[in-house]
């Protein structure tokens, strides 16, 4: 098989620059899937997996959002730039940029799934399908989740995660070793973590600026400036074909990707028995069949 041509580069955005990368050739005549990644702050390392599907001929966009990655970084920015606003502008100029913006796929992992949601609700003329995987509709359903998975914890694990909180020492050492248990059964299931995962891991790590304001210290303690998001009341104004992907094992509980089945008009949910939140990567094969099936229902 020929290798698939890749291209890098930064689209100017104001005064910054967004770091894109293209697997696959945008002229393919087949619609392009953009990906957008989790965090928010994190980069596209570890959904990278998602470029396979250019071996079927279809083009595939992923990007480093602004803040994190390859992109531009403001650490000295606070809560009253760093907005879900911000993020959607950025995602419309790098489709106009690179001339999809009237037809393209757009799926959203985690974080990105919410802001594929935002995106989706704004009914975009060139968005032709919608894949939401591993996203709540609200932060309050994540979080009430997430104390639930928090008590099926070991007793000592779940007492050290509160203790912390309560005291503000969430860098502590002790405290992160517990951490890493929910993220083992609810984040990644994959052991030692893959290489990708572990390059997101480490570049966030260099600079949490975003991750830290808009989320909080980590992905069940979210006390940052979306803690009170919600699109629970405007996902039924998405029109685009939508599928939902989550692990059974998911930190995206299926009590938080309900609404979304409730209301979006065109919906259909997958749900992967052997994943948690990274099925892309628990599941490779499986995850990208199913996304791709559901693409090609909706090319041209």
């Known amino acids: 098989m020929a290798t698939t041509n890749v291209v890098e580069g930064f689209t ?17 005549g087949k619609t392009p899937l953009v990906v957008a990644h989790g965090g928010p702050g994190c980069t596209h390392d570890y959904v990278l997996a998602l470029a396979k599907l250019a071996d079927t001929g279809r083009p595939v966009v ?13 650490p000295e920015r606070g809560g009253d730039f760093w907005t879900v606003d911000l993020f959607l502008d950025e995602l419309e100029n790098l489709l106009t940029f690179l001339g999809i913006n009237d037809r393209y796929f757009l799926l959203g992992q985690s974080w990105g799934g919410m802001l594929g949601a935002e995106h989706a609700i704004r009914q975009p003329e060139g968005l032709k399908a919608l894949v939401i995987s591993n996203s709540p509709a609200s932060m309050a359903l994540w979080a009430s989740e997430a104390k639930i998975l928090r008590g099926e914890l070991e007793p000592d694990v779940e007492a050290t995660l509160d203790r912390h909180e309560a005291a503000g020492t969430t860098d502590d050492p002790e ?24 390059a997101t ?29 919600s699109i629970v009341d405007k996902v039924h104004a998405i029109i685009a074909p939508t599928l939902l992907c989550s692990g059974r094992f998911d930190e995206a ?14 919906v259909r949910w997958e749900i992967f028995e052997n994943s948690s939140h990274m099925p892309f990567i628990e599941e490779p094969e499986h995850y990208l069949a199913v996304v791709e099936g559901f693409l090609a229902q909706h090319d041209q």
């Not at 100017?12 to 393919?28: A, H």
Request: charged letters at 20%; hydrophobic letters at 30%; glycine letters at 8%.
């Open 12 to 28: 100017p955005f104001g005064e910054w620059q967004t770091w894109y990368r293209v697997t696959g050739d945008l002229r393919s």
């Open 62 to 74: 992923h990007y480093d959002q602004i803040g994190g990655g390859r992109s531009t970084h403001m």
């Open 175 to 198: 405290y992160l070793e517990a951490q890493q248990v929910y993220y083992d059964l609810h984040v990644c299931r994959v052991v030692p973590n893959p290489p990708e995962v572990v």
């Open 201 to 229: 891991s480490d570049m966030l790590n260099e600079d949490p600026t975003v991750y830290n304001v808009m989320n909080g210290p980590n992905e069940f303690f979210c006390i940052g400036t979306l803690k009170d998001w």
């Open 253 to 266: 509980t299926p009590g938080t990707v309900q609404p979304f089945f409730d209301n979006i008009p065109d």
